[in-house]
């Protein structure tokens, strides 16, 4: 029996069934092309109670993060998102300063962090991940091998101190325990500190048909309204929200060990409320939107197959493997995707076995139709690719609906 790990609940009901999957980041190498691939169901539910959309934890946190195919430095808009953040941190009244601590969740390569430590405040990164935890020491950023928990939090604090700022950045969904993991983002925060946390938002996957983003290592999906009681849970008030287009939409949470919700947090509940999103009658359609973006999607790669018209992809992210795998796009549709990230070339996409190759093949091969698996890049990889249109390729856009531009 599925259980909520939000309110322990076992009324759940289902939103979408997207079959069964293996791990979107057990990225395949040649030598394992002949093995068996375990898949497990991929089935979002969301809780008649307390209304967390969740994804039972049939894999562990240690089976997808203890080494990781994904280096955040490797998005260009990413890592200047993280450079803004960082510059508006040292900025105006209440900022930080030279004496401030700070504390990122999940710190992946260091993409965010290094901004702080080139200003000479002290920090330190919480990764899990040791192979891309290495690579933020190597850049200078201190880093510590461990998940957060109730424990690590505490022992953190009595090493360094409390901190005046806890980032949390696409953090909040991976872990099951997302009780035990708030506790610790408690544990860490000065009383009078604050604690920011981006998420994707579950109001602009609904409305944009955005089912990529679920996956095994989303273990929920947030409403401002279980966000709030998330928090609560661990002894942190919400107390304001920005609405962020990164990701297709996300938002960003501020909490803290005490004070009020803000204005911005009854907008968007009211937002959340009028979507139908408080209730469940707001997922009643999603599964058949869903549907529709999968058969317009094979769709046009059969009819170009027919046409003789050549496709490539771009991109190995893993929302791409949600959609690889829900659509059964295999080599004979899709022959090859490309990616910036040299630790997955020559390596093979998990259950659909498409090779992924340097994106230097792009312009060897001169596709007619590139399609762009990480679409939430779009304005970057739009630039990115625009030599593409030299021999007059077009770009492919699966979600929220088929584009060919």
Known sequence: MTICRLCGSANLTGVVDLGATPPCERFLTADQLDEPEPTYPLHLRVCTVCRLAQLPPLITPEDTFTEYAYFSSYSTSWVEHARRFVADRFAGPGSLGPDSFVVEVASNDGYLLRHVVERGVRCLGIEPSANVGQAARDRGVPTLTEFLTPEVGAAVRAEHGPAD????????????????????????????????????????????????????????????????????????TLV???????????????????????????????????????????????????????????????????????????????????????????????????????????????????????????????????????????????????Y????GGRLVFPIPHLEVV
């Open 165 to 236: 700022l806890v980032v949390a950045n696409n953090v909040y969904a991976h872990i099951p325990d997302v009780v035990g993991f708030t506790e610790g983002l408690r544990a860490l925060v000065a009383d009078d500190g604050l604690v920011s946390i981006e998420v994707q938002h579950l109001l602009s996957l609904m409305e944009l048909n955005q089912y990529d983003t679920i996956y095994h290592e989303h273990f929920q999906y947030y409403t401002v309204a279980s966000a709030q009681r998330a928090l609560a849970s661990g002894g942190l």
């Open 240 to 386: 304001d929200v920005e609405p962020l287009p990164t990701h297709g939409g996300s938002i960003r949470l501020w909490a803290r060990p005490g004070g009020e919700p803000g204005e911005r947090v009854l907008e968007v509940l009211a937002r959340e409320k009028s979507a139908g999103l408080h209730e469940l009658s707001g997922y009643a359609d999603f599964a058949a939107r869903v549907a529709r973006v999968r058969r317009d999607l094979l769709r046009f790669l059969i009819e170009a197959a027919d046409e003789g018209r050549t496709i490539a992809g771009y991109g190995a992210p893993g929302k791409g493997n949600t959609l690889l795998n829900h659509c059964g796009i295999r080599p004979d549709l899709l022959p090859y995707t490309v990616d910036r990230n040299p630790y997955k070339h020559g390596r093979f996409t998990p259950g659909t076995r498409i090779p992924i190759l340097p994106p230097e093949r792009l312009a060897a091969d001169r596709p007619d139709y590139v399609l762009v698996l990480p679409w939430n890049l779009r304005q970057e990889l739009t630039e990115q690719l625009s």
């Open 388 to 391: 593409v249109r030299d021999w």
